[in-house]
């Protein structure tokens, strides 16, 4: 991977002409080291985006529009940053292709080079809003004073149970640009039970953390594993969209496939 730090957080233009060229890869080694992550990987998972409003041009140089879903396998060396999807999508605007399957045989090519793995591009044409699953948590009745990562909080013990936990609270800050990113969160686990209070406040404690969407996932799955002793687990993150796109991890040792990509209340 280049040293350079590629678009993110610098002035650029918005090119509307097919340019592979502006996806810029980041290794998703280093902050996997960071956090204990080797290999082979503790989960299995994909990082799905979803694109609201991709645009080219037909044959005769009509405007297309479509919703695409993006799927880029856990295992995949290389993450896309993300302000450089946002730009190679963009440059297809002015680009007159055959037919959608053209440009999603092209955008699967694209990102399969970028990321160093097979990608999977489809055109949504169900637009279902949908709450994320599990018990909300966010009425919990605590006081938070921690807003940088602290696995610490994290709490469980007694009786073995099976149950889907979810908040909406979460927030980080993107490391470059410092501009706030907001998820809804759903932890699915077997093991002892964990302090509902607890997890709230490890939750916020992402408040001021400086993480791309993907690491934060994996992240909350490890110190989860680590800290609460979970028998099975799956950590599920859907972000808001920023500039069209939205991404969502989805990282699992429970053996489960990863969802299908349906837009959320909160999407």
């Not at 640009?177 to 509902?196: E, M």
Request: proline share 6%; glycine share 8%.
């Amino acid at each position: 991977m280049s040293e350079r730090l590629g678009p993110l957080g610098q002035a650029t233009g918005y090119p509307d002409r097919y340019d592979p060229s502006l996806l810029f890869a980041v290794s998703r080694t280093p902050q996997r080291a960071g956090i204990g992550i080797g290999d082979p990987l503790p989960f299995t998972g994909a990082d799905v985006w979803t694109a609201y409003e991709h645009t080219w041009l037909d044959g005769r140089g009509k405007p297309c529009i479509a919703m695409l879903s993006i799927v880029v396998p856990a295992d995949s060396p290389f993450i896309v940053e993300s302000k450089s999807v946002k730009l190679y999508l963009g440059s297809f605007a002015q680009t007159r292709f055959d037919d959608a399957a053209q440009v999603v045989a092209t955008i699967e090519r694209d990102l399969a080079v970028a990321t160093g793995a097979g990608i999977a591009v489809t055109v949504l044409r169900d637009a279902r809003i949908e709450a994320i699953g599990g018990e909300a948590i966010d009425d919990a009745d605590v006081s938070i004073d921690r807003y940088q990562v602290d696995p610490s909080l994290l709490r469980a013990g007694g009786e073995t149970v099976a149950e889907t936990l979810r908040s909406d609270l979460f927030r980080s800050v993107c490391p470059v640009t410092g501009q706030p990113d907001y998820a809804s969160v759903a932890i699915a686990y077997r093991g002892p039970r964990i302090d509902r209070a607890a997890l709230l406040r490890y939750i916020v404690s992402y408040r001021l953390h400086a993480g791309f969407h993907e690491h934060c996932a994996e992240r909350i799955f490890v110190d989860l594993a680590a800290r609460c002793a979970c028998e099975a687990l799956t950590v599920q993150a859907r972000f808001t969209r920023r500039g069209g796109l939205d991404i969502n991890p989805f990282r699992t040792n429970a053996g489960v496939a990863v969802p299908a990509n349906v837009r959320t209340d909160r999407q």
